[in-house]
């Protein structure tokens, strides 16, 4: 009883120093998902934690959240795009009337998820080139308090992306022939075409189209723990141009394009690895369906 009385004049006369901001609250938390002892790495900002309630709810509500998103990452990183993994924590952090705020700030944002920065200092100097309406401040100061965990989740989503099969739905488009990846449901049975080799992940290979149909090949390679350059390789029999031919590809809200080069090749320099498995891929193979494969008309002027 005696103890009990000591350790509440303890809380009530002892100050608890000063509260811990948000960078070293993420810092901390970061620190727990990766197994590190934080007992012993943050003794002082844990014992001020066993003392003040608020400091102690706010670590509590980022260690929850990020546990969560952790734990989930394999099924989530299938399902999810890094943008609506963030999307999803601010959400639920601002709740619904912020919902359109949300969704708008981290459209504004993309360039952050393919090399997302490990800390809010990071997360300052990746913002300080975009500029973004005032009234998201409220959504960005959130953000950037979640960046730690987001910067863990995004490597652990993409390790658990990296190299596994897709599966490839074609369709033909208004813009050409469309490739939607899925992630494949099992691996009980290997799949040929998606294989892991270290660092370079060759996604898929497939014939689209009639009657010549085109080669279309998707070959990745990890630049690091979340971003990848992209490769699209398309080709057909008797092709005479290979290059110039738009490729889209679209993940996330995201549409980026860019065009073949004289092997076929079109190049996307930097695309999070957490995004593959849902990727979608546009080749325009309508542009050249006209003029050089047309015969001649008889008495055409040149
Ligand atoms: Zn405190």
Redesign the pocket.
Known sequence: MNDQLDDLRRMLTEP?GP??DDEKLAEMVTAELSGEDVDVLYATEMA?LGR?P??AAAYEELASLSFTAVAGMAAAAYAMTPQQVLVDLLQAELGEPAAAAVSETVAALPLLFAQPPATPEAFDVALAGVSLPPTQSAVVAAARRYLAALAVYLASSAAAVWGRAVDVQTAVSPQGHQLQLQPAPGTAVPVLSSAETGDAWHLLSRRVGQPVAWHVSVRAARLSATGCALMVHVDRPGLANAGDRQVTIAYGGREETAVTDANGTAAFPLVPIAALPTLQVTIDTFSDTLPDTLPEQPGQQR
């Open positions: 608890a509260h811990l001020h003040c608020n400091c």
